[in-house]
């Protein structure tokens, strides 16, 4: 069984929905320490004036350190959810299948969770299903009773848990996952590589890092065909 691990992120880039593709089942590591400038809660899209970030606000204070991601809170006193679904109306507006997905991207900026985690991954999963993945299976780690350890160990016991065979992971984990740990638990190791072709965006040159929302909006039912490696 293919397993894949990644912290739950707002909007994600398109290899974030590759490596869901690839997974029988996809767990959010949702227990891990929030890492505050990360890509929980922020995201870039494409606008006519450049790349902009869109940032939910979440409880600061010193209250996001050290805390799980599952436990930061958003924080309403901002009008965020606003902001994000006018800012991007305005930068996709013309795009050939804005439409088509409003009405989704619409129905989420009008929940008002008290978890971040809470409304990134069922963003994240809706998602998912409209880029056609119907058969990956979704699940939290914090589901998972009895996980300790760190970094490699802690993957270890999580596949373990599950009955995974082969783990897919990103490649800026070669740097601390230690390869023999997966010799002894019998599980495979395998690193995704991006290297994926262009699409058209409505404001050149070509940026291949920000949100999947690009990729949707310009490309519609075809966005997989743009998720697969060159």
Do not use: C
């Not at 949702?30 to 899209?45: C, F, L």
Request: net charge neutral; charged share 20%.
């Amino acid at each position: 069984m293919n397993v894949v691990i990644l912290q739950p992120s707002y909007i994600p880039w398109r290899g974030y929905f590759d490596q869901i593709s690839r997974a029988d089942l996809f767990i959010f590591y949702d227990d891990v320490q929030y890492d505050k400038h990360g890509w929980r809660n922020r995201n870039q899209i494409k606008t006519m004036q450049g790349k902009k970030w869109l940032t939910i606000p979440v409880h600061s204070g010193g209250v996001t350190q050290g805390i799980p991601i599952k436990d930061v809170q958003i924080d309403w006193s901002k009008p965020w959810a606003r902001n994000h679904l006018k800012s991007l109306s305005m930068a996709y507006a013309r795009a050939p299948f804005f439409q088509r997905y409003s009405e989704l991207i619409e129905s989420f900026y009008q929940r008002e969770d008290k978890f971040l985690a809470n409304f990134t991954i069922d963003f994240t999963i809706a998602l998912a299903r409209e880029l056609g993945n119907q058969h990956t299976i979704f699940q939290r780690s914090s589901a998972l009773t009895g996980i300790n350890g760190q970094k490699t160990g802690r993957l270890i016991q999580i596949l373990k848990r599950v009955g995974a065979t082969h783990y897919i992971s990103g490649p800026s984990a070669r740097d601390y996952i230690e390869q023999d740990q997966f010799d002894s638990a019998g599980i495979s190791l395998e690193y995704m590589m991006y290297d994926y072709p262009e699409y058209p965006q409505l404001y050149p040159p070509f940026d291949p890092q920000v949100s999947i929302l690009d990729l949707l909006f310009m490309t519609g039912s075809e966005a997989p065909i743009f998720m697969t490696r060159k």
